[in-house]
């Protein structure tokens, strides 16, 4: 009983048992077994953070410790490498779609720009790197930011576009900073009176880099120059979190576990040998010599009195089973499969090969247009369509299509005749299977269309699909002159 129900059981011991009985009452009808606290739920955490407040303080820890063990565990590296090839791959390609060939020509030279490693402030990246090291930064530290820096066209003549990027990482967000005026700042960003980030507070140079060329200051940048990469899991969530986070423990229980068995398999394949003596028996200075040249077909002299017992080593048991176990559940955490993570195709045919991607496949695409084409593509269209503005192309009417990498079959001969069959039954689009399969259907048409032409100029007959039937001759008539 509540201090209440004991004050109404002493003045009136009828209104407090009704009290106990309608409580036990609803404690039976309103109940989930995993709220209550007792035995079964001991130690369990159920703290009620907002999205964004259940790292606070906690997230330079999570990526250095995200970051040490992508270095350092080789399983951590590898799950970063599957997420990044399957949602990045050879890079998430543009094409344009424009009413006028003029109009496409002049978006095509423009886009260089980006295609090459002028759009990087440091002259190294071209996007589709940058795509690359976007998609790893964000899995290995959970967000990323990309600022954009303006270049003047009389210093930097050779660029297209006036503006460059930088791929910066969040250590450059300076925590120091508490507000902005009336806005609030958390963790370096500035959030408005919505809640909406309006700007960002960001250092000149990496604060743990090993020597700073000059002190550390930051600078306000408004949102508009920089974007923000990051996974959402969470209404209302405006930071990212490590993808390592739900599966470290496990991966760092894996690699201690690795090394005992490394050291257990070491001891096992160890022969050592321990010299029992008699008690009577006189030990010479140098007892035991010639021991530690003990090899396989070697004879070894012992002194008088000395016995030798050989040790019996331990076996190794059970590993592959434990580790499958604990790689299976690090993959279910990551959202890629447990092949692709432990390179293990053990009794894999293509039913459970593709069953198993199927899923993966599922998050992959997820990912690219939440994360790539969504934040980082669209941003730097964005910024390419302002950069136009800012070098005098007005007026262009164009679209960019993104178009994510080419998805591995697992059985080509049988998956491509069911694209087929989906395209001739209706079910499904050309121009949508070639993008599925990441490739861009502009290049495709035009391609083809140069293949038939120059096939046609070197007198070759042209190619025919699998299956179709020759086109039928023309049979002269003999009574042409009836």
């Known amino acids: 009983m509540n201090p209440i129900d004991r004050v109404v059981t002493f003045f009136s011991p009828e209104a407090g048992l009704k009290r106990m009985r309608a409580r036990a009452g609803a404690a039976q009808l309103m109940n989930y077994d995993a709220a209550s606290r007792g035995r079964r739920t001991y130690g369990w955490k159920a703290p009620g953070a907002a999205a ?16 040490d063990m992508i270095r350092n565990r080789p399983y951590a590296a590898r799950g970063r490498d599957v997420v990044v090839a ?27 720009h980006l295609l090459t490693p002028d759009i990087d402030s440091l002259g190294e990246y071209d996007l589709y790197e940058m795509q690359g090291i976007v998609m790893g930064t964000v899995f290995g530290d959970g967000e990323v930011l990309v600022r954009r820096r303006m270049r003047n066209p009389r210093h930097d003549p050779h660029l297209r576009l006036p503006y460059q990027v930088e791929l910066i990482e969040a250590d450059y967000l300076d925590q120091t900073v508490q507000s902005y005026g009336q806005n609030l700042v958390v963790e370096g960003i500035e959030y408005g009176p919505t809640g909406a980030i309006e700007a960002y507070h960001l250092y000149n140079e990496h604060p743990g880099a090993v020597q700073n060329r000059k002190a550390l200051s930051s600078t306000r940048v408004h949102w508009s120059d920089v974007l923000h990469i990051r996974r959402f899991d969470r209404a209302g969530q405006l930071r990212g979190v490590p993808w ?31 010299i029992e003596w008699e008690d009577a028996a006189t030990r010479p200075a140098n007892a035991g010599a010639g021991l530690e040249e003990l090899a396989p077909g070697a004879v070894v002299n012992l002194p008088a009195g000395a016995k030798p017992n050989f040790t019996d080593p331990p076996k190794v048991d059970g590993y592959d089973e434990f580790m499958r176990r604990g790689l299976g559940m690090v993959a279910m955490g990551l959202g890629i499969s447990y092949e692709s993570l432990a390179g293990d195709l053990k009794g894999v045919n293509f039913s459970s090969g593709r069953m198993g991607r199927m899923e993966m496949d599922r998050l992959v695409r997820m990912w690219q247009r939440n994360l790539m084409i969504g934040q980082f593509c669209r941003g730097m269209e964005r910024w390419f369509r302002e950069g136009l503005a800012m070098a005098g192309q007005t007026g262009l009417a164009f679209t960019l299509d993104w178009t994510p990498p080419r998805r591995i079959l697992v059985d ?5 005749p069911a694209m087929i069959d989906e395209v001739e039954a209706g079910l499904n689009s050309r121009q949508r299977t070639q993008r599925e399969l990441g490739r861009d259907p502009d290049t495709i048409r035009a391609e083809r269309a140069q293949d038939q032409a120059e096939d046609r100029a070197a007198g070759l007959a042209p190619v025919q699909p699998k299956g179709a ?13 009836d």
Not at 247 to 258: A, F, I
Not at 259 to 270: F, G
Not at 469 to 481: F, I, L, M, N
Request: charged letters at 25%; aromatic letters at 2%.
């Open 86 to 112: 399957n949602v990045v791959g050879e890079g998430i390609t543009p094409s344009i779609r424009a009413q006028s060939d003029r109009e496409r020509g002049l978006v095509a030279e423009a886009l260089q």
């Open 412 to 416: 080509p001969t049988k998956e491509i």
């Open 469 to 481: 039937e020759p086109p039928a001759k023309t049979v002269e008539s003999d009574d042409e002159g």
């Open 52 to 67: 964004d407040a259940a790292a606070f303080g906690h997230r330079a820890r999570l990526r250095n410790l995200s970051r």
């Open 244 to 274: 390592l986070a739900p599966v470290m423990m496990t991966l760092g229980e894996l690699g201690d576990y690795q090394e005992a068995q490394i050291l257990k398999q070491r001891m096992a394949a160890l022969m050592a040998v321990v």
